[in-house]
């Protein structure tokens, strides 16, 4: 239950930012507010693990973990912010955010292909509603 608590704590936050970040965008390039808002977040992650102590923490990460976790920084803070933040500059964030929503599909097949995460009926029917959503949202735009 924490977990799922948490889940929708950050859904949330996820759901509450493209508002933000498209005001944020006015005038200024989708490449250019990621950077504004990278370095935002470091000084409050920095702040954060300066406070707790972290630092010794984060030298005891272990090589092979600083390579998956620098994959998933590519592909999430950068690459996929990038397109974020261009789709909600030029479009309509209702539509980018139910775009957005197949993220959770996609990773529920690869955590099962790779990581051999169990599947169970209720999050297939939740993956299929959530397809069926993109799909219908998709053809409105056509």
Do not use: H
């Amino acid at each position: 239950m924490y977990y799922f608590v948490l889940s929708l704590i950050g859904a949330t936050c996820w759901g509450i930012a493209p508002v933000f970040g498209k005001i944020g965008l006015k005038g200024v390039q989708p490449l250019d507010g990621l950077a504004a808002r990278t370095i935002v977040t470091v000084i409050l992650v920095g702040t954060w693990i300066f406070l707790s102590g972290g630092l010794t923490r984060i030298s005891a990460i272990p090589g092979r973990n600083w390579a998956y976790l620098s994959v998933e920084a590519f592909l999430a803070t950068f690459a996929g912010d990038i397109a974020y933040y261009a789709a909600i500059k030029g479009g309509d964030i209702g539509l980018v955010g139910l775009v957005l929503a197949a993220a959770p599909v996609i990773t529920l097949g690869i955590g099962n292909a790779f990581l051999r995460e169990p599947l169970s009926l209720e999050k297939i029917l939740g993956a299929v509603l959530i397809c069926g959503g993109v799909i219908l949202i998709g053809f409105s735009q056509v």
